[in-house]
């Protein structure tokens, strides 16, 4: 694609060369610079790639795009090359990546959900709404992408903006005529997803998170950044029941639909929510009163008030988007999501879960959703990473010796460290919590997997966490397979379990 055809619309300097020049691909990583490429200067918290230029030219790369000016001497060591200069090359690269995939979002309807807690469960309801309303759709976030027939893994929850349009790219050429994506605030503030405009966004919640080195400033500089979001949609869903959400919502563009359980909204959910448990279901059930006062049930195939909260912005989409009642009540009846309180259906005596809680907060709201349903014993199998914050193994210790009848104390991905020194460190934070819980120690993961199924008793909780839709398990920064999911039903047809 010529290079003056990316560059309809954006104002930038020209600082040499000519616009009529082929681009062959768009680079951000200097490494990996073929002839004829179009290279992006970023300025990073780790360091500048405005100091490669000299070495992407040498690679043959044909068009430099800048931010400030380079080393003396630089420029004139490549006359051959085109250089702009724009005043954000995060933004520049959006915009030309954009261009480059043929503006692949226009083609779709994008649903963007943003918030700290709920997004992977959010997008997967609503994937599973469209889906049920005969919508081909796609899905980008935390447990990678999904489309009809298609899945595969990302390294971040929102890619960087290359990566974000060739995946859109992929998705509309599969077909898929809506999109439902987790927006990160990191992305957002980034320009991950500058140039896309959303039909519908969603907000889920708001706790202080990613506040730091490399992150955001403050709470409020993270909630400014999320409210971005509802800039760039036409329609805005969100959770009338947070605190934050009148001042994330400040300057907002859109039209705005409202849901929640104890405040006034468009979308209200009784209080007074019924648990399901069966086989194949650990849910909940809820009456839902409508803008015009029309009060019916709904299902959820998850447990849980978050998962109402999650329902709710799913049924704000649903009507968004003007689909019939029976798709959505459907896609959240069948809502699976991969290692989020995800049930693995091998017993009718006791229950067994997998979830992706790896810290004191997350593991906390996960028993008290659990306990809930009165189980004969609240059983969790956990361990924790090797070669992170010991903190987060005392506080696991803690708050799982304080709320559960037993427990199976195992690996995590160790990396770097030896299991019995961690697990070693989640005993001191038993004995600040409750030393008078009984447990056991068994250091090998899939053993401690199968000492559960062994030992469980009728109608038993089993929770396994930690590691949810993680398919490896890293010893000694080795990743193997190592999938929960498929380990525990394999094992439960080897013994024959009902």
């Keep these: 694609m010529l290079l003056k055809q990316l560059l309809k619309g954006l104002r930038y300097t020209q600082v040499q060369g000519t616009l009529n020049v082929e681009v062959a691909d768009i680079f951000y990583d200097s490494r990996k610079v073929t002839p004829g490429g179009l290279f992006v200067c970023i300025v990073g918290t780790q360091r500048d790639s405005h100091d490669y230029a000299a070495d992407v030219a040498a690679k043959g790369a044909a068009v430099l795009v800048i931010q400030h000016d380079l080393a003396e001497g630089v420029l004139e060591s490549m006359p051959d090359v085109t250089v702009l200069k724009f005043e954000n090359t995060r933004y520049a690269m959006a915009m030309l990546s954009a261009?480059?995939?043929?503006?692949?979002?226009?083609?779709?309807?994008?649903?963007?959900?943003?918030?700290?807690?709920?997004?992977?469960?959010?997008?997967?309801?609503?994937?599973?709404?469209?889906?049920?309303?005969?919508?081909?759709?796609?899905?980008?976030?935390?447990?990678?992408?999904?489309?009809?027939?298609?899945?595969?893994?990302?390294?971040?929850?929102?890619?960087?903006?290359?990566?974000?349009?060739?995946?859109?790219?992929?998705?509309?050429?599969?077909?898929?005529?809506?999109?439902?994506?987790?927006?990160?605030?990191?992305?957002?503030?980034?320009?991950?997803?500058?140039?896309?405009?959303?039909?519908?966004?969603?907000?889920?919640?708001?706790?202080?998170?990613?506040?730091?080195?490399?992150?955001?400033?403050?709470?409020?500089e993270y909630r400014s950044w999320k409210g971005q979001l509802f800039k760039r949609c036409d329609i805005g869903v969100v959770n009338a029941d947070d605190e934050n959400t009148e001042a994330l919502l400040e300057g907002h563009t859109c039209e705005l639909i409202t849901y929640g359980i104890d405040k006034p909204a468009d979308y209200r959910a009784d209080k007074d929510y019924r648990l399901l448990r069966s086989k194949t279901m650990l849910g909940v059930e809820f009456t839902l009163t409508e803008p015009d006062g029309h009060t019916l049930d709904v299902q959820v195939g998850m447990p849980g008030r978050f998962s109402i909260y999650n329902a709710l912005a799913t049924i704000g989409v649903g009507k968004a988007l003007g689909l019939p009642d029976e798709p959505i009540h459907q896609g959240?009846?069948?809502?699976?999501?991969?290692?989020?309180?995800?049930?693995?259906?091998?017993?009718?005596?006791?229950?067994?879960?997998?979830?992706?809680?790896?810290?004191?907060?997350?593991?906390?709201?996960?028993?008290?959703?659990?306990?809930?349903?009165?189980?004969?014993?609240?059983?969790v199998v956990f361990g924790c990473g090797g070669n992170r914050s010991k903190l987060r193994r005392y506080g696991m210790g803690e708050v799982c010796s304080k709320m559960a009848d037993f427990m199976i104390l195992t690996e995590d991905n160790n990396r770097f460290e030896k299991v019995e020194d961690i697990i070693a460190d989640i005993k001191e934070g038993i004995a600040k919590g409750n030393p008078d819980t009984p447990y056991v120690e068994i250091p090998d993961r899939l053993d401690a997997l199968h000492y559960a199924i062994d030992h469980a008793q009728e109608g038993d909780l089993i929770a396994v966490i930690g590691k949810g839709h993680e398919a490896y398990r890293d010893r000694e920064g080795v990743k193997t397979p190592f999938l929960e999911r498929e380990l525990i039903e394999e094992y439960a047809a080897e013994k024959g379990i009902e």
């Design 99 to 220: 261009a480059y995939f043929g503006h692949p979002a226009d083609e779709m309807t994008m649903v963007g959900v943003t918030g700290t807690k709920g997004k992977t469960t959010t997008t997967h309801m609503i994937r599973a709404v469209l889906t049920a309303a005969g919508h081909k759709t796609g899905m980008v976030g935390t447990n990678g992408v999904y489309y009809p027939g298609h899945h595969y893994d990302l390294n971040n929850t929102t890619p960087e903006s290359y990566e974000l349009q060739k995946i859109l790219r992929q998705l509309a050429d599969a077909g898929c005529d809506a999109c439902v994506m987790e927006v990160s605030s990191q992305g957002l503030m980034m320009d991950r997803v500058a140039g896309i405009h959303y039909r519908v966004g969603v907000f889920t919640n708001l706790y202080p998170d990613h506040i730091g080195p490399g992150e955001h400033s403050s709470f409020e």
């Design 332 to 379: 959240l009846r069948d809502t699976v999501v991969k290692g989020r309180v995800e049930l693995v259906p091998i017993s009718h005596h006791f229950t067994i879960l997998i979830d992706y809680a790896h810290n004191e907060a997350a593991t906390e709201s996960l028993m008290e959703t659990l306990k809930a349903y009165q189980p004969h014993r609240m059983v």
